[in-house]
């Protein structure tokens, strides 16, 4: 069965907003565990634009599941988590200037320095993912620097309903999954996946062990709740 990890940065979003306590991460993320949800993802973004550091103790301290932390490969990130601990952590390229994460990370232009942090990871027995387009060479790169899985970019996926494009991406999806299966590497997925998209990527992209969703079951939380919201996107998957 294919895991769920609740991705709660638009929680903190909404917060930020206006500066304030509420609404709580930590309080989502553990409705989201009460209603199914195999994990819980938050970006520590460098410009703290929604989670903070703060954020990321509360969540790592309080839920039961699994913590799956986002973020760039950069100094500052690196001892935030190899102080947390978490389950795993996403490295995911970061533009200040982007509204969300725009694209998987070039692997290939800095192999020696994600080499150096997975094996800081390894050491300390956080798994150690990497966000990347569904492209072969980047999932050639994510085994050279011993990833331990990739999550494959369904972003561009996710922005096209229907035609030849979206056949197009799933087909890349589907080939960078089993390349990425046949090598070693675990597979998982994400951006923009919503209970109206995530049935063709399931029924059309093998070995997908794990989907970070955020923004959709954040967004049907404020009309059903986050447990319905969750339980919602768990039946999506499992029919
Ligand atoms: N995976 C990665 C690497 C991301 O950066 C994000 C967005 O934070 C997600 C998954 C979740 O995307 P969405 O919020 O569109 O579901």
Redesign the pocket.
């Known amino acids: 069965m294919i895991k769920l990890f609740v991705?709660v940065?638009?929680v903190a979003t909404v917060r930020e907003a206006r500066k304030t306590f509420e609404p709580s991460p930590l309080t989502a993320a553990i409705l989201a565990e009460k209603a199914g949800a195999y994990g819980i993802?938050a970006?520590l973004r460098e410009d703290r634009r929604h989670i903070q550091d703060e954020d990321i103790k509360i969540l790592k301290n309080h839920i039961n599941t699994p913590l799956n932390l986002?973020m760039a490969a950069v100094d500052e990130m690196i001892k935030i988590a190899i102080n947390t601990k978490p389950f795993q952590v996403?490295i995911?390229p970061e533009n200040r200037q982007e509204v969300?994460?725009e694209g998987g990370l070039n692997i290939l232009e800095q192999e020696a320095h994600l080499i150096e942090v997975g094996n800081r990871f390894r050491q300390m027995g956080i798994l150690f993912s990497l966000?990347i387009d569904p492209d072969t060479d980047q999932v050639n790169g994510a085994k050279r620097v011993k990833a331990d899985s990739i999550?494959l970019n369904t972003g561009p996926y996710s922005e096209v309903c229907s035609g030849k494009e979206r056949t197009q991406h799933l087909a890349q999806l589907k080939d960078a999954a089993v390349k990425a299966h046949e090598i070693g590497l675990r597979v998982f997925a994400?951006?923009?996946?919503t209970t109206t998209n995530i049935p063709a990527i399931i029924s059309n992209v093998p070995w997908i062990e794990e989907l970070?969703?955020?923004?959709?079951i954040i967004s049907n939380a404020i009309y059903v709740g986050m447990e319905q919201s969750v339980r919602d996107t768990i039946n999506c998957i499992e029919n």
């Open positions: 991705n940065d638009h993802t970006h986002e996403s995911v969300t994460t966000f999550e994400g951006h923009g996946l970070n969703i955020g923004h959709h």
